[in-house]
Each structure stands twice: as C-alpha cells, then as structure tokens.
Antibody
Framework: EVQLVESGGGLVKPGGSLRLSCAAS????????MNWVRQAPGKGLEWLSS????????YYADSVKGRFIISRDNAKNSLYLQMNSLRVEDTGVYYC?????????????WGLGTVVTVSS | QSALTQPASVSGSPGQSITISCTGT?????????VSWYQQHPGKAPKLIIF???NRPSGISHRFSGSKSGNTASLTVSGLQAEDEAVYFC????????????FGTGTTVTVL
C-alpha cells in the first residue's frame, strides 16, 4: 500500500524552529509533486507549500512565505519542511500530501500527520 | 478571501440525498475546473473523493458526485449511509499570489 509517514513534530517555543520529514514508500516519489498541508486544532485545512518533482517549481502560501522552506531528496524518497520563526498560530497537524496532477491540486495520498505545538 | 465558503453543517436521514456547496471566486472555483472534494473522519487524514469537479478516484462509491456552476461547486451524496458521517472539504486551484491552492471551511455531515 502506498504510504507517507511524517515525523519531526513536537513542542516548540514561539520564535523557534522545527524540521519536519516525510518518508514515502510504494509509489513513484521522484515523479510526484509534493505538498505540506496543515490543520489547526478544530479548524479546516490550509495548503502551505508545494514542490515539483525536480525541485524546480516551489510555491508557498503567504502565511509561511519567508519562514518555511520546503525541500526533497528523491534518492531518499523524502520530503522536508524547515519551519523557522514559529508562531502560536502555526500550531496544528502537518500533513505530507501527494498531488497526483500538477496544477489541478488532486491530493490523492495523505500521511497520518505530525503534530506541531507552538507555545511558551 | 482566506477560504472557500461551505455550510458549517448538513444533515440527512439514511437513504436521502444531501448537497454541500463550495463558493469561491473567479480566481479559483469559477476560473478553473480544478475543484476537488475530501472526506475526513475524526482523527483520520482526509481522503480524496472527487477531483476535477466531477471525477471519482478508483474505489470511490458512485453515491458521491460533483458539479460546478459559476463560482460555486457542489458535492452530492446520494443514498446517505451511516459511514458517510464525516467532515467534507472542497479545494480549488487558485491564481492569486497568496496561495496556490485554497480549501473550503469544511462541512460536517450528520446522518440522522
């Protein structure tokens, strides 16, 4: 079964940093566009960032632009999210998600998520 | 606009049909046929149930159907079943500079 497994979440103070990882298996990761999507407690989904299969095309939501950096290592089937200058409002579950159709935004594979809590 | 607008809740009896609306703008829902729908059960990750407005991924029940008119997309669940009780989110490609994709506010479906 295709799988995405996130890790790296935890408790961090405002202004701190955290690096999330996502390990992919049983699908062609190196040919897939990947994304990070988060969900604040009891709230809806928010798209954060996308990276193309070859890392040439990278996009960010305004809410994280300049603070978060998305990257990938196709040799390791892994996706990353470096989160800096964290704010309380960055608290939530962070999902690693595959976009099966570039541009269209058909998010067909989701990880179980990793929890990030930003609190003093 | 920070998110696509969905009704907070919709309910129906088993066997009935319900429809969830998803309203955006010409920069997202109205401008592109790139609307998708997701089902999320409590404590679980979202699951893609409709893509490109009306297409169903393999394995998704024919009871789920999608459509779009102008800036509003809709998801219809026919023959409502207890297992359909979940939160449903729409999503669309967005041509604004603020984000590449925008999700809806989410709709809680209750099976009475």
């Amino acid at each position: 079964e295709v799988q995405l497994v996130e890790s790296g979440g935890g408790l961090v103070k405002p202004g701190g940093s955290l690096r999330l990882s996502c390990a992919a298996s049983r699908f062609s990761f190196s040919h897939s566009d990947m994304n990070w999507v988060r969900q604040a407690p009891g709230k809806g989904l928010e798209w954060l960032s996308s990276i193309g299969s070859g890392s040439r095309h990278i996009y960010y939501a305004d809410s994280v632009k300049g603070r978060f950096i998305i990257s990938r290592d196709n040799a390791k089937n892994s996706l990353y999210l470096q989160m800096n200058s964290l704010r309380v409002e960055d608290t939530g579950v962070y999902y690693c998600v595959r976009n099966v159709a570039p541009v269209a935004g058909n998010f067909d594979i989701w990880g179980l998520g990793t929890v990030v809590t930003v609190s003093s | 606009q920070s998110a696509l607008t969905q009704p907070a809740s919709v309910s129906g009896s088993p066997g009935q049909s319900i429809t969830i609306s998803c309203t955006g703008t010409g920069s997202d829902v109205g401008g592109y046929n790139y609307v998708s729908w997701y089902q999320q059960h409590p404590g679980k990750a979202p699951k893609l149930i409709i893509f490109d407005v009306f297409n169903r991924p393999s394995g998704i029940s024919h009871r789920f159907s999608g459509s779009k008119s102008g800036n509003t997309a809709s998801l219809t669940v026919s023959g409502l079943q207890a297992e359909d009780e979940a939160v449903y989110f729409c999503s669309s490609y967005s041509s604004t500079t603020a984000r590449l994709y925008v999700f809806g506010t989410g709709t809680t479906v209750t099976v009475l």
